[in-house]
């Protein structure tokens, strides 16, 4: 192996049965790369883990993360398809989606208009399904860390939720404590150091949904305590006011109800998955009644 840095490798380096090409993103904890096989040819991406860095709390995310991602193969969900350890680093080998990811969508397309956020939504409700039968809470929902199989047909583009770094498996009833996420979409409940379930992805959800339709997160601060502030003092969903007369009741209901403040109020997984909006048709079907 040709070592670049102390924890990297070089482009052109092989690890395992695969040669990695070049770096897509960088973190203090991880590296992923762009690969081959070297035998079929076949195209993935390999996440680097460096062991060093991870303390008890982040190992064990590593374990939930490895152990969940190795029992499931669903569309909506980025599949796992070896790991291994060597050099003091696990090895991810996942699939490669050649769409980037959905900030980078939003980037480039703008808002986008509400059937295809429906559409989108309904492919994480159906991801999101998977890990709630499991028991998962992911914990860093946002647009970087859900990858697109495509990047030209909105009809056809594939969500798939990835980056389960921060997961973990939570029993119902439990509650966690643990502060992790990025504060665009994290639920407030975490801001506040408060105990929290599962309903901190229902959040992050709304959030990314929010984004989807105005372009924009929606709540940003110059620091955790002045996003929170926003949070708080916010009156109602800051909805441009450019697509608020032409999103339909039921987009809205969702939106506002998946970032209720108090997480009592805010939308369950099941009426997230079973709510009007997602349930509806496309195309002229889907105006104001």
Not at 7 to 31: A, C, M, P, R
Not at 103 to 124: C, E, P, S, T, W
Not at 189 to 217: H, R, T
Not at 238 to 244: A, E, G, R, V
Request: hydrophobic share 35%; charged share 20%; glycine share 6%.
């Amino acid at each position: 192996m040709n070592f670049e840095t102390k924890h990297g490798f070089s482009d052109s380096s092989t690890v395992g049965h695969y040669i990695l090409k070049s770096k897509l993103g960088e973190t203090s904890l991880s590296t992923v790369w762009k690969a081959n096989h070297r035998l079929t040819g076949q195209e993935v991406a390999v996440k680097q883990v460096y062991l060093s860095k991870l303390n008890k709390h982040l190992r064990n995310c590593l374990d939930c993360e490895l152990n969940f991602l190795s029992s499931v193969n669903h569309p909506n969900i980025i599949r796992l398809f070896e790991y291994f350890e060597a050099e003091n680093c696990i090895f991810l080998v996942l699939e490669f989606c050649t769409g980037g990811n959905l900030a980078y969508y939003i980037q480039r397309h703008g808002k986008v208009k509400q059937d295809i956020a429906r559409r989108f939504m309904q492919q994480l409700g159906a991801g999101l399904e998977i890990l709630h039968s499991h028991h998962i809470i992911h914990r860093d929902l946002k647009p970087e860390n859900i990858l697109l199989s495509g990047q030209n047909q909105d009809a056809i583009v594939v969500l798939k939720i990835a980056d389960f770094g921060l997961s973990r498996s939570v029993q119902p009833g439990q509650y966690i404590e643990t502060v992790c996420g990025s504060p665009l979409y994290m639920a407030p409940e975490v801001l506040q150091f408060q105990g929290y379930d599962e309903k901190v992805d229902m959040w992050s959800i709304g959030a990314i949904l929010f984004e989807l339709l105005n372009g924009y997160p929606p709540f940003r601060g110059r620091t955790n305590v002045q996003l929170l502030q926003n949070m708080k003092s916010c009156a109602c969903l800051p909805f441009s006011q450019f697509i608020l007369p032409d999103l339909h009741p039921d987009c809205v209901d969702i939106c506002s109800r998946l970032l209720s403040l108090n997480p009592v109020h805010r939308l369950s997984f099941e009426e997230f998955y079973h709510h009007r909006f997602l349930r509806r048709k496309g195309g002229r079907n889907y105006h104001h009644e």
